[in-house]
Nanobody, 113 residues
Framework: QEQLVESGGGSVQAGGSLRLSCAASQRTFSSYAISWFRQTPGREREFVATISSAATYADSVKGRFTISRDNAKKMVYLQMNSLKPEDTGVYYC?????????WGRGTQVTVSS
C-alpha cells in the first residue's frame, strides 16, 4: 500500500506563499492520480486539487494554487500563492490506487490576516 508523507506546512500572513510536498513510496507511483484535500475544524474535508495526466482544481483555489508531480522522484507538490485566512487547515495528500485510496497524515497550514 502506498505510504505518503506531507511536508512544507507552516504559518504565513495573508498574501504569502507556501509550497507543500508529498513524498510517495511505491514504484507504481506514476500510474495513479494524486490529490490534495484540506480540513478545518468544524468543516467537512474539502477537495483542493488533483493531478494525473492533467490537473484539476477547486474553484476556491483556481488561479492561486498549482499542483505538479515529479514521477522520477515520486513527489507531488502544491504551490500555494496569494494565501487567504480561509485556506487555513490541515492539508492531506491522497493517492488513488488500484487497491483504494491512501492518505498521508497531513501538514498544518495557518494563514493569518
Amino acid at each position: 500500500q502506498e505510504q505518503l508523507v506531507e511536508s512544507g506546512g507552516g504559518s504565513v500572513q495573508a498574501g504569502g506563499s507556501l509550497r507543500l510536498s508529498c513524498a510517495a513510496s511505491q514504484r507504481t507511483f506514476s500510474s495513479y492520480a494524486i490529490s490534495w484535500f484540506r480540513q478545518t475544524p468544524g468543516r467537512e474535508r474539502e477537495f483542493v486539487a488533483t493531478i494525473s495526466s492533467a490537473a484539476t482544481y477547486a474553484d476556491s483555489v483556481k488561479g492561486r494554487f498549482t499542483i505538479s508531480r515529479d514521477n522520477a522522484k515520486k513527489m507531488v507538490y502544491l504551490q500555494m500563492n496569494s494565501l487567504k485566512p480561509e485556506d487555513t487547515g490541515v492539508y492531506y495528500c491522497v493517492a488513488s490506487t488500484a487497491l483504494g485510496s491512501s492518505w498521508g497524515r497531513g501538514t498544518q497550514v495557518t494563514v493569518s490576516s
